[in-house]
């Protein structure tokens, strides 16, 4: 599970499902936005869920599906508010802090690389403290491209020089691990629990990580 530290410079990190429970997205997304928007618009709360699930599906994976600003515009209706209503439910993963500490005292460069969208980084990293353990923060909005697509892992290093052979990256998102796997990062690891509510993913292409607790000590 562990890395050979010696041989990695860069650990690239995702947010959400990675440091952060995915539940709070997760939530989000599935309960409390379609509630508020079925009372918003006066309509009726199961059949806006099963509308509103089709209408994210049709834009997943792409910027868009992350975007804050796409959604309040699309649906008429202001997400942060939203967001801040339930933002109790923002937690940190297991063994993350020590990870960030630990990668930081190594003289490892740690980057927070991310699809969410800015407004949403903001309001986590002011949840959670985070922000302090990154030598920088980068979304996917500032460059463009999602991280399911191989093209951004360029935009990326323009940006903030890496090597791919000398680099972890630390995902939940398959589709985005087999995304830097074809761009060459030579260490990849997934996140077996995004979202502490749910079960135990199965997976079989990436080493899991059921705690950041098992990448120490660097």
């Known amino acids: 599970m562990k890395p050979d530290w010696n041989t990695i410079d860069t650990v690239l990190l995702d947010m959400d499902g990675t440091l952060l429970d995915l539940n709070f997205d997760n939530h989000f997304w599935q309960n409390h936005l379609p509630r508020r928007y079925a009372e918003h618009h006066g309509r009726d709360h199961a059949e806006v869920r099963d509308e509103l699930k089709a209408r994210f599906k049709a834009h ?3 910027l868009p599906w992350y975007s804050v600003d796409f959604w309040t515009e699309a ?7 939203l967001k801040h209503e339930v933002a109790h439910l923002i937690d940190i993963h297991p063994g993350v802090p020590e990870f960030l500490s630990a990668a930081r005292s190594a ?8 699809n969410a969208h800015h407004k949403s980084l903001k309001l986590k990293m002011d949840r959670t403290g985070l922000s ?38 630390v995902d939940d998102t398959i589709s985005v691990l087999d995304s830097a796997h074809r761009y060459g990062i030579a260490e990849l690891r997934a996140i077996a629990r995004p979202d502490t509510q749910q ?17 120490l000590p660097i």
């Open 132 to 169: 302090v353990h990154f030598d920088a923060m980068i979304t996917s909005h500032e460059l463009g491209l999602a991280k399911e697509d191989v093209r951004f892992w360029d935009k990326l290093r323009a940006l903030e020089p890496f090597d791919p052979a000398r680099t972890l990256l």
């Open 75 to 81: 649906l008429a209706i202001d997400l942060m508010p």
């Open 107 to 114: 003289s490892k460069r740690v980057l927070l690389v991310t």
């Open 199 to 215: 079960p135990v993913r199965a997976l079989t292409r990436y080493a899991a990580l059921n705690s950041f607790h098992e990448l």
């Open 60 to 62: 997943e994976g792409t």
